[in-house]
């Protein structure tokens, strides 16, 4: 089946520009839209994006000036980059598989970004 | 953007209890409308989407409702396994927006 797993710093400093990337392994990354959403400790989900396989996007608003995704169809992975970065920004950051034919049915485990000095 | 308001945002009920959980869109989404369950410390799970269809391998006793506006999470017979935050999400085009939350606990 489907497995997205999340990779990059845990670590970022303020001002700097944070960077994850999604692997998609067991299926293709055709077909779908690739999301990213966050959860700070405590609090609910927040939509960020999501990068079609054919790389349009579509961007939270309240994020859109600073985010920035992309796909790889080559390596069967999608990015996330996020610049100018506050504490804000520290959150686990999860990504999920979604169509409009079933919401989003696959997600990742999960990677916490701190941003500190 | 579609606004989307759950509640009650925090609910104790009795093992054994109907538990109902609602979620109301600020303009109507058809029945685009999803709902997550996430155990504490875990990764969030797709329960229901479009509205009323279960995901595959999610138990019976879950079952949803709705369209347009008014949406409804229903869980006909808690048990100690449900114990999570359940959200709803509108999905059908962006920006895609989850309520706040619901904090579903064991009395």
Same mark, same amino acid.
């Given at each position: 089946? $489907?497995? @997205?797993?999340?990779?990059?710093?845990?670590? $970022?400093?303020?001002?700097?520009?944070?960077?994850?990337?999604?692997?998609?392994?067991?299926? #293709?990354?055709?077909?779908?839209?690739?999301?990213?959403?966050?959860?700070?400790?405590?609090?609910? @989900?927040?939509?960020?994006?999501?990068?079609?396989?054919?790389?349009?996007?579509?961007?939270?608003?309240?994020?859109?000036?600073? $985010?920035?995704?992309?796909?790889?169809?080559?390596?069967?992975?999608?990015? @996330?980059? @996020? #610049? #100018? =970065?506050?504490?804000?920004?520290?959150?686990?950051?999860?990504?999920?598989?979604?169509? =409009?034919?079933?919401?989003?049915?696959?997600?990742?485990?999960?990677?916490? =970004?701190?941003?500190? #000095? | 953007?579609?606004?989307?308001?759950?509640?009650?945002?925090?609910?104790?009920?009795?093992?054994?209890?109907?538990?109902? /959980?609602?979620?109301?869109?600020?303009?109507? /989404?058809? %029945?685009?409308?999803?709902?997550?369950?996430?155990?504490?410390? !875990?990764?969030? !799970?797709?329960?229901?989407?479009?509205?009323?269809?279960?995901?595959?391998?999610?138990?019976?006793?879950?079952?949803?409702?709705?369209?347009?506006?008014?949406?409804?999470?229903?869980?006909?017979?808690?048990?100690?396994?449900?114990?999570?935050?359940?959200?709803?999400? !509108?999905? %059908?085009?962006?920006?895609?927006?989850?309520?706040?939350?619901?904090?579903?606990? /064991? !009395?």
């Amino acid at each position: 089946q $489907v497995q @997205l797993q999340e990779s990059g710093p845990g670590l $970022v400093k303020p001002s700097e520009t944070l960077s994850l990337t999604c692997t998609v392994s067991g299926g #293709s990354i055709s077909s779908y839209y690739w999301n990213w959403i966050r959860q700070p400790a405590g609090k609910g @989900l927040e939509w960020i994006g999501r990068v079609y396989f054919s790389g349009s996007t579509n961007y939270n608003s309240s994020l859109k000036s600073r $985010v920035t995704m992309s796909v790889d169809t080559s390596k069967n992975q999608f990015s @996330l980059k @996020l #610049s #100018s =970065v506050t504490a804000a920004d520290t959150a686990v950051y999860y990504c999920a598989r979604g169509a =409009v034919a079933h919401a989003m049915d696959v997600w990742g485990q999960g990677t916490t =970004v701190t941003v500190s #000095s | 953007d579609i606004q989307m308001t759950q509640s009650p945002s925090s609910l104790s009920a009795s093992v054994g209890d109907r538990v109902t /959980i609602t979620c109301r869109a600020s303009q109507g /989404i058809s %029945n685009y409308l999803a709902w997550y369950q996430q155990k504490p410390g !875990k990764v969030p !799970k797709l329960l229901i989407y479009a509205a009323s269809t279960l995901h595959s391998g999610v138990p019976s006793r879950f079952s949803g409702s709705g369209s347009g506006t008014d949406f409804t999470l229903t869980i006909s017979s808690l048990q100690p396994e449900d114990v999570a935050s359940y959200y709803c999400q !509108k999905y %059908n085009s962006a920006p895609i927006t989850f309520g706040q939350g619901t904090r579903l606990e /064991i !009395k």
